[in-house]
């Protein structure tokens, strides 16, 4: 048992995202403390007066030193050719080698995939690696792919797309025969641009998937789909777009209840449903997206990842490392009682 938790060590980049190092170390000590085998890869210089100032340092938290630093605006291809000692090519290195089950990354998303994809190699019968996400549905989870790891698809990786969505549903998700939808701008065949209706045409010829046509953008929250395919250019859209009607609903009901004081009043017994809506439309509780379609585990988290969402990531990374199917949302901490504020 002890070698497969050390089999299973999460390689964290604690120079990638908006609140790093900070962020990723706070994460990486949490998770820690919870026996999970981490490796801290980055600038051990800013690292470590961070471990120090926490006091006592978990055994299973280590430090990888990597002196450089892919910027987030950084061109993917130039910055890893020219950091070859990046934490993000170090810490993929690491997968590569066994010395970690797997990585996480809130920086620079493009060097992440460009670094995986050489790095790790992908799966036979794959061309581009897809990025999944979690999306909140009424009556469960909708994994979308992909939300950013290919702007210009062609339709032959949309059929890819299908078929790693499909394994992910089954294995991640405890879906026996996952749905699978494309996302187009109407439900009738033939519709779309000519990506989609040659990828509708595809996904009807293949074989092993429970292909049930387009869906369009409303139908994702509507369960309609287990699994719906896309475009990383679109894909991305949909899901930054959601994000943000999130957020602005999340901070208008916010700002309504506290107008007067007979609605601060309504919002207190309100208050354990509302949080409960938010932890459900919160991305960081899902660990972060899947790099799926490589020979290794990789995730991608948000940016503006809080110590919280590397934690989650960290414990989603380490179960899929395990092959211990994570649940669909890995936030196991006091989320429901309003606590750990992101916005």
Not at 20 to 41: M, R
Not at 88 to 109: D, Q
Not at 279 to 306: M, Q, T
């Amino acid at each position: 048992m002890l070698a497969a938790m050390e089999s299973a060590r999460v390689a964290v980049d604690a120079m990638g995202g908006d609140h790093a190092p900070a962020a990723p170390v706070q994460g990486a000590l949490a998770a820690a403390n919870e026996g999970i085998p981490v490796v801290l890869v980055g600038r051990e210089a800013a690292i470590a007066p961070l471990l120090e100032q926490a006091g006592r340092v978990p055994s299973r938290l280590e430090i990888i030193d990597a002196p450089e630093v892919v910027g987030m605006d950084e061109h993917p291809m130039a910055a890893l050719r020219q950091k070859r000692r990046s934490s993000i090519a170090v810490g993929i290195e690491l997968v590569r080698n066994g010395r970690a089950g797997a990585f996480i990354s809130a920086g620079n998303t493009g060097a992440v995939m460009a670094a995986a994809t050489l790095t790790l190699g992908r799966q036979p019968g794959i061309d581009r690696p897809a990025l999944g996400t979690v999306f909140p549905g009424r009556a469960g989870p909708v994994l979308i792919l992909d939300v950013g790891a290919s702007a210009d698809a062609r339709p032959a990786f949309l059929e890819q797309y299908a078929v790693l969505g499909r394994d992910y549903a089954r294995g991640v998700l405890g879906i026996t025969e996952p749905r699978i939808g494309l996302l187009n701008i109407g439900e009738e065949p033939g519709k779309g641009n000519e990506l989609a209706r040659e990828a509708y045409e595809r996904l009807s010829a293949l074989a092993g998937i429970r292909f049930i046509g387009n869906v369009e953008g409303k139908d994702l929250t509507r369960n309609v789909a287990d699994v719906v395919v896309t475009d990383g250019f679109t894909g991305n859209v949909v899901i930054k777009t959601a994000e943000g009607v999130a957020e602005f609903i999340v901070g208008e009901l916010r700002s309504a209840l506290t107008a007067r004081l007979r609605y601060k009043l309504a919002a207190l017994v309100l208050r354990p449903a509302l949080a409960g809506l938010r932890a459900r439309i919160d991305y960081a509780s899902y660990g972060g997206a899947p790099l799926l379609g490589l020979n290794g585990v990789v995730r991608i988290l948000h940016g503006r990842s809080d110590a919280r969402a590397i934690t989650i990531g960290i414990r989603v990374a380490h179960q899929a490392a395990l092959g211990v199917a994570p649940v669909a949302r890995a936030d196991q901490s006091s989320r429901a009682a309003g606590s750990g504020d992101e916005s």
